[in-house]
Structure formats: C-alpha cells, structure tokens
C-alpha cells in the first residue's frame, strides 16, 4: 500500500505508459521504455532500479498470466518517497505497478466535440506522462455529459493541441497534418510511429482548420487509429484503410 504521507499518493507524482497487446505481445515497447526514462529524468523520479530487461520480462509474465491476446497494459513508476512537507526523511523509493485488459470498446459512431479546458503550454507537465491525470479526465467528463465521447483541447493561444486522452491527425485534400509538439500536445508512441511511417505535416493551427478537415482520427496505445465519425455533429469521411490498419504492424 502506498504511504499517504508519499508524493505519489499525495500529488500523484508518477510516470505511466500504455501499451497495445498484439498477439499477446507489447507493440512499439522501445518507444515505450524511451518515453519513461525521459519523463523519470525530468520529474526526478528515480527508476535507476529497474533494468528495461527486467521490466519487459514482468510485463510478459502479466500479459501470460491474464491471457491477454489483445488489449493493453499500464506500466506506472509511482514515487513513494515520503513528502518533504510532510515528514523528515529522505529516503527515496519508487514503486513499479503493471496492469492489463482488454481492448476498449468503440463505439462505431465516434463524436468528437471541441473542449472549453485548455491546454497550458507552459506548464512543467507539458509533454509528460504523469500519474497527475485529472485534467484530462475532466475534459473528457465534460465532452461525455455533452453527449460527445472525446474532445479537442486547444492550448492557451488558440491552437489546436490534441485530444483529451489522445493525438490527434487530420486530412485535408489529401494531406495529413498533426499539431506540433510546441503546441502542447504529448509525444505519444503512436504518434510518433505515423510520422515515421507516413507523409505527414506538423503544424501550429486554430480550430478552423479542423473545421475545414475532410477527416479527423485519435491515435493512442489504448484505442490504436480511430477514426471519428461526427466532429460537431457534422459527418466526417472515413480514414483511408493503410492508413487505420498502420499500427497493427509490428515494430
């Protein structure tokens, strides 16, 4: 049980991956690692502990022992180092959790609003995984009562940064776009294996432009390439089938 005195327990000061299963294995897992370490480094959560060999041998055996074929898995490195306001000691110690399950359910008609909560691109959160999630479900808890299942935040000067819980991608006469990383937006794993694997432009843009899209798909671990149906109630094409199916490929 965590502390509560622990800085994990009272900021939520952790670090977290989700990561697709595909034929009971973790796809994109070095992206992963990567991303985790790098966040570790810039939250000063020690990690130095835990061997990559280590970590992907324990997630194996979680994704064995649950059966999982298809779905994701949650890699957290909580700091359960007691909070200096709080106590005392000095002692530094960092907890490792690993959950599974399956693949969430889509719904085909996928609405897709614009969210009132924005994104603050100077915050020392931007571009990290944190445990200090809160924000992001209140913006999807805001769009959900809406009757929408996600939502676009836009940063505090008006350009579009991503999805509450997602990357965002967008085509317009042809050509693919996503917002840069100055933007805001996270450097998701999914993200980043679309601009590695396709033509795509990253750009600063207000919501116009999305206004103007002929698609708009959503990019995480948790829900892959997903294609949204309804922006705004307005009918969106679908994306093109290379395109949704590029993540299934294995890394």
Do not use: Q
Request: aromatic share 6%; net charge negative.
């Amino acid at each position: 049980m965590i502390d509560s005195a622990s800085s994990a327990y009272l900021y939520g000061k952790g670090i977290f991956t989700t990561i697709a299963i595909v034929d009971g294995a973790p796809l994109l897992w070095e992206k992963h690692w990567r991303r985790l370490t790098a966040n570790a480094a810039k939250l000063d959560i020690d990690i130095s502990e835990f061997s990559e060999s280590e970590i992907l041998e324990a997630l194996a055996l979680e994704i064995e022992k649950k059966e999982v074929t298809a779905g994701r898995a949650r890699v957290t490195f909580s700091d359960e180092s007691l909070s200096e306001i709080w106590s005392d000691s000095c002692e530094r110690k960092t907890s490792l959790s690993i959950i599974t399950a399956k693949s969430r359910e889509i719904p085909d008609n996928f609405k897709l609003t614009v969210s009132p909560n924005r994104v603050n691109r100077t915050s020392p959160l931007v571009g990290i995984k944190s445990c200090n999630y809160l924000e992001h479900l209140v913006s999807l808890d805001e769009a959900k009562r809406r009757g929408f299942h996600e939502a676009i935040r836009l940063n505090e000067c008006g350009e579009v940064a991503s999805a509450s819980m997602a990357n965002l991608f967008w085509t317009k006469d042809g050509k693919l776009f996503t917002p840069s990383l100055r933007t805001g937006c996270l450097a998701g794993t999914t993200r980043e294996y679309i601009l590695e694997n396709l033509e795509c432009e990253e750009v600063e843009v207000g919501i116009d432009e999305i206004n103007r899209a002929d698609a708009i798909f959503l990019t995480s671990a948790g829900i892959g390439i997903l294609a949204v149906a309804d922006f705004e109630k307005r009918k969106m094409d679908r994306i093109d089938h290379a395109i949704e199916s590029l993540i299934l490929r294995k890394d």
